[in-house]
């Protein structure tokens, strides 16, 4: 398949038809494999090939075909497919980390993200230093001789700052340190970590791959080495799997996430031109249109930022529930990359618990709104959009 363009190996690619010759991929859905002998089942443990199987904990084949085609959309050579993003994001740290080693993260995290840097490395010993994220600076100070790995969120949620990947990669390789890039906000399509060096890309695949909020799901993409050697060892004995089930679905679901992505990220500029400096907002955050503040460097990375987009509502929280409530299209949700048009208040939801001080250093204000842009035609989300400001 690698002769072909990412839209046609979304639709063929890592497929393992049964002797029934199935057109649609098959689901798996078993725990164990049986063998025809004893001397089978002796050989398989000794050493199991590529397309063998033993115990869906370790490996199934409708697994197996998600993560052939994830790992070919993301241009690396393998990838393993976990029960979620933070299965993955977890999987990925704590793999590759041990007692005394340094680790360094950008701030602007996915909470859950912090919390396994923070509190789960940091029990076991790993020493993490936080950094912005977007200063190469603060980057270049806190990678150390002894910094074993580097992490962070390639575009972040829900401030959508950048990262400047090339150059953190390079930093993190030149002390030997692996980079590990957390790709849930520039989706599988936009992705550009694997070709700027990212050792790791991990995705929750619950956002944009399934892409219509049905399942959970994450996977971690990387070189062969990496991911059969201590990822797949990690993931396969901790429990880690996702389930076969999940695992169809985003399968099925890769087929159709060219199209969906891009679609929804058009809507997404086209939403984000449409609020460019409407009255009642005191700035629209997304990072490939020209007002970002990071505006060059993102662009340079990837011809677009996705399907999120942030904007601040004049007049506090107030104003803002006023907003959200008037909404007619989009759906109060904290969820994003579905289908269907979300709109989330970060500050009373995903980021409620964070101290005030931490949300004033992130941007987490009470105005502030995350748009997730949906499969709707774009004229009506527009519309709806201006009506409900239109009630401020
Ligand atoms: C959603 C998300 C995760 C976690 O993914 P789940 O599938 O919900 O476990 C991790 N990182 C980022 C940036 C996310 O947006």
């Given at each position: ?306 399907t999120v987009l942030a904007f601040e509502v004049k007049g506090g929280k107030e104003a803002c529930f006023t907003f959200l409530n008037a909404l007619e299209i989009f759906i109060i949700s904290n969820n994003f990359a579905d289908a269907k048009s979300i709109a989330t208040h970060p500050a009373t939801t995903t980021h409620q618990r964070l101290p005030q001080e931490q949300k004033d250093e992130l941007g ?29």
């Amino acid at each position: 398949m690698t002769n072909y363009s990412k839209r046609t190996q979304m639709v063929h690619g890592g497929v393992r038809r049964s002797q029934y010759g199935e057109l649609s991929e098959a689901m798996f859905m078993t725990q164990a494999f049986v063998y025809p002998n004893a001397e089978a089942a002796e050989a398989r443990f000794v050493g199991a090939g590529e397309d063998e199987f033993i115990y869906a904990r370790y490996g199934n084949p409708t697994n197996r075909m998600f993560e052939d085609r994830i790992a070919m959309l993301e241009g690396t050579e393998d990838a393993f497919a976990c029960t979620s993003g933070m299965a993955a994001v977890n999987g990925a740290l704590m793999a590759l980390t041990k007692a005394g080693d340094h680790v360094v993260s950008s701030r602007a995290l996915f909470g859950s993200c912090l919390y396994v840097l923070e509190e789960v490395l940091g029990r076991f010993g790993v020493e993490i230093t936080l950094v912005d994220g977007t200063d190469n600076a603060a980057w270049e100070a806190a990678i150390r001789p002894d910094t074993r790995l580097v992490f962070f969120e390639s575009i972040s949620n829900p401030t959508l700052e950048v990262v400047d990947m090339a150059h953190v990669v390079k930093c993190a390789h030149a002390v030997g340190a692996l980079v590990v890039a957390d790709n849930a906000m520039i989706t599988p399509v936009y992705s550009y970590a694997a070709k700027l060096g990212a050792d790791l890309v991990v995705y929750s695949t619950t956002k944009h791959v399934d892409g219509q909020g049905r399942m959970l799901g994450g996977a971690i993409c990387g070189s062969r080495e990496l991911i059969r050697g201590p990822i797949e060892t990690y993931m396969k004995h901790t429990g880690g799997a996702i389930n076969p089930f999940a695992a169809w679905t985003h399968l099925k679901a890769l087929e159709t996430i060219d199209l969906r992505v891009r679609a929804q990220s058009e809507s997404a500029i086209k939403v984000v031109e449409a609020l460019s400096g409407h009255e009642k907002l005191s700035f629209v955050n997304y990072p490939t249109h020209p007002s970002h503040r990071q505006y060059d460097l993102a662009i340079s990375q990837a011809p677009s930022a996705g399907t999120v987009l942030a904007f601040e509502v004049k007049g506090g929280k107030e104003a803002c529930f006023t907003f959200l409530n008037a909404l007619e299209i989009f759906i109060i949700s904290n969820n994003f990359a579905d289908a269907k048009s979300i709109a989330t208040h970060p500050a009373t939801t995903t980021h409620q618990r964070l101290p005030q001080e931490q949300k004033d250093e992130l941007g987490i204000s009470d105005g502030l709104v995350r748009l997730s842009v949906g499969l709707e035609d774009p004229s009506d989300l527009i519309a709806d959009l201006m009506q409900a400001l239109d009630r401020l």
